[in-house]
Nanobody
Framework: VQLVESGGGLVQPGGSLRLSCAVSGFTFSGSAMRWARQAPGKGLEWVSDIFSSGMTTYADSVKGRFTISRDNGKNTVYLQMSNLKPEDTAVYYC???????RGQGTQVTVSS
């Protein structure tokens, strides 16, 4: 199983980023996927899930600003982040829902 996150960077408050997570080694189309994040000095925080049906759920802190999606043909899950805030600064990880993150994550820094 391999999950590779990308797309992070430095962005000003109010800006946008799109994260990608390319996966391999398991049946992606049948799996629920998750984005989580870890801010400096804090624990892992759940951000969003997307199920094989396409149903999505979000943490209250990102609802209305973030959108999770998936492309089963590309074995990739995305996280579109808009109206970013400094408190969104964290390392973002994707994972198979119910499993710990396995990748190195991608750093998102929101700062002016």
């Amino acid at each position: 199983v391999q999950l590779v996150e990308s797309g992070g960077g430095l962005v000003q408050p109010g800006g946008s980023l799109r994260l990608s997570c390319a996966v391999s080694g398991f049946t992606f189309s049948g799996s629920a996927m998750r984005w989580a994040r870890q801010a400096p000095g804090k624990g892992l925080e759940w951000v969003s899930d997307i199920f094989s049906s396409g149903m999505t759920t979000y943490a209250d802190s990102v609802k209305g600003r973030f959108t999770i999606s998936r492309d089963n043909g590309k074995n990739t899950v995305y996280l579109q982040m808009s109206n970013l805030k400094p408190e969104d600064t964290a390392v973002y990880y994707c994972a198979i829902r119910g499993n710990d993150p396995r990748g190195q994550g991608t750093q998102v820094t929101v700062s002016s």
